[in-house]
């Protein structure tokens, strides 16, 4: 049982170099999300999707873009990276609307 | 400007006894709200929830309670155990899927 799947788990990245984060679900939810956790703010949602086909911006989106062309990825893309975005990115799926969600293990990202 | 607020960063309770987390949100508008747990270099994983037309949900050791007019809602774990220790994220979730998480409680339980 894979449930989600982040890659890659870590990644150092120079300044200004784009960046796809990769996230697959295998459970066929119908909504995705993408949060950054950084030391004293928690989880922060970046970006989300409620079906295949539709995103929206969450908290923090700036810097970042998604897509969503089928139900089971969700890749999140860093078009010139920054120092600012170093951080752990988690990915997460859940069945629908008022459910809970099922998180990845993390991607950690440097930008140097 | 954060809708979802955890504002002890830390906690630290005795084996045996309770530990109470607390969390409160500005926005009305949420209508599920959910504790995850998180240990170190893993993703969070889901405890337990509860609707806005509840005020109370329990599973076991946990318990979490919801005050709608205060905009609160809060964890209760007894007994505690030494395996309860981690990060423990409050988050709320509007119709939409969209889904805010506090800062997050270390708690420790000590032997």
Redesign the interface.
Known sequence: IAG?TQAPTSQILAAGRRMTLRCTQDMRHN?M?W?RQDL??????IH?S?TAGTT?K??VPDGYSVSRANTDDFPLTLASAVPSQTSVY?C?S?H???T???????TRLTVV | D?QVK?NS?SLSVQEGRISILNCDYTNSMF??F?W?KKYP??????LI?I?SIKDKNEDGRFTVFLNKSAKHLSLHIVPSQPGDSAVY?C?A?L??????????TRLTVKP
């Open positions: 989600i909504a999300y949060y004293g703010l928690g989880l922060r949602l989300y409620n929206g969450g908290e988690f997460a859940s629908g609307v008022n809970e969600a099922f998180f990845g293990q993390g | 954060q955890q960063p209508d599920y959910l995850y270099a893993e993703g969070p994983t889901f929830s609707s994220f988050a979730s119709h939409n899927n969209d889904m805010r998480f506090g800062a997050g």
